[in-house]
């Protein structure tokens, strides 16, 4: 069983829509989760961090954590082509960082 | 502005070359630094762990005599891929930590990758 899962997509929403992204993980003992946003030949960037339960905003992005269910998700709202990217969920345990497979997200104009 | 530096972008060379990639910390000192291995369309995956003044800690099926890596410095580490082969043809990223004693939320920063090409 992998440890970070997530949907391989590809996602496609439009232009101004919101997108969902959700990722599951296996260890309990996560301490916290990220999202990185990751272009094409790029590395990653950092979108957002949590790690209490609920919901956290910043800007157009929401991440969502639930650690009960060991369910994490991302929505962005009023999608922009921009945000075409893959998406890549991150768990953090001790000091390292397990990432999920990315999503692939299309937002289309 | 960027917080790690990941020397060279890319490089392309011939099977049985040796490839040595550098990553910096810039305006802070990292004492234990992450390389990672991205194959295409795939996610990232942690190869060792590099720390300042002693041996790296390999994962799990990562040989440590193919991928050296050195922490000579507070600032420096690099990851030399020895006789590399097509196989090894990856894109490579490494990362750190600004804060050695910080929370346990705080994110990894990334260095921008070395596109690695063995013909």
């Known amino acids: 069983q992998k440890e970070v899962e997530q949907n391989s997509g590809p996602l496609s929403v439009p232009e101004g829509a919101i997108a969902s992204l959700n990722c599951t993980y296996s260890?309990?003992?996560?301490?916290?989760f990220f999202w990185y946003r990751q272009y094409s030949g790029k590395s990653p960037e950092l979108i957002m961090f949590i790690y209490s339960n609920g919901d956290k905003e910043d800007g157009r992005f929401t991440a969502q954590l639930n650690k009960a269910s060991q369910y994490v998700s991302l929505l962005i709202r009023d999608s922009q082509p921009s945000d075409s990217a893959t998406y890549l969920c991150?768990?953090?345990?001790?000091?390292?960082?397990?990432f999920g497979s990315g999503t692939q997200l299309t937002v289309l104009p | 502005g960027a917080v790690v530096s990941q020397h060279p972008s890319r490089v392309i060379c011939k099977s049985g070359t040796s490839v040595k990639i550098e990553c910096r910390s810039l305006d802070f000192q990292a004492t234990t630094m992450f390389w990672y291995r991205q194959f295409p369309k795939k996610s990232l995956m942690l190869m060792a762990t590099?720390?300042?003044?002693?041996?790296?800690?390999?994962e799990q099926g990562v040989e440590k005599d193919k991928f050296l890596i050195n922490h000579a410095s507070l600032t420096l580490s690099t990851l030399t891929v020895t006789s590399a082969h097509p196989e090894d043809s990856s894109f490579y990223i490494c990362s750190a930590y600004k804060n050695r004693a910080g929370p346990s939320n705080q994110p990894q920063h990334f260095g921008d990758g070395t596109r690695l090409s063995i013909l």
């Open positions: 590099s720390n300042e003044g002693s041996k790296a800690t390999y």
């Open positions: 991150a768990v953090k345990v001790g000091r390292q960082l397990t």
């Open positions: 260890d309990r003992g996560s301490q916290s």
